[in-house]
């Protein structure tokens, strides 16, 4: 079974900063993507930023400047760097990741199980 395990979040301070990480194992082939969506209290899940097999990153508008993405490949890890954080950014953030999955034989996303980030003073 194919898993991604988030590490990193947890309390900070207005203006503060917190580094996600997220790895995933099991039997799996091909990452094509990797990714991080979040989730504030009574909102719709929004998309964070996309990293594909190259490195190539897609930050959402309003993350720019403070948000930075990155991938090990050889660790199947994504990375997501947040400085200047602010109290809107509390959400359960969430990464995924579009691979191929040797146990169903097909390309599929993988979701992991989120992690809390709760930015307050």
């Known amino acids: 079974q194919v898993q991604l395990v988030e590490s990193g979040g947890g309390l900070v301070q207005p203006g503060g900063s917190l580094r996600l990480s997220c790895a995933a194992s099991g039997n799996f082939g091909a990452v094509y993507y990797m990714g991080w969506y979040r989730q504030a209290p009574g909102q719709q899940r929004e998309s964070v930023t996309i990293v594909t097999d190259h490195g190539i990153t897609n930050l959402t508008d309003s993350m720019k400047g403070r948000f930075t993405a990155s991938r090990d490949n050889a660790k199947n890890t994504v990375f997501l760097q947040m400085n200047s954080l602010k109290p809107e950014d509390t959400a359960v953030y969430y990464c995924?990741?579009?691979?191929?999955?040797?146990?169903?034989?097909?390309?599929?996303?993988?979701w992991g199980r989120g992690i809390q980030v709760t930015v307050s003073s």
């Open positions: 995924y990741a579009d691979l191929y999955d040797y146990n169903f034989w097909r390309r599929r996303i993988v």
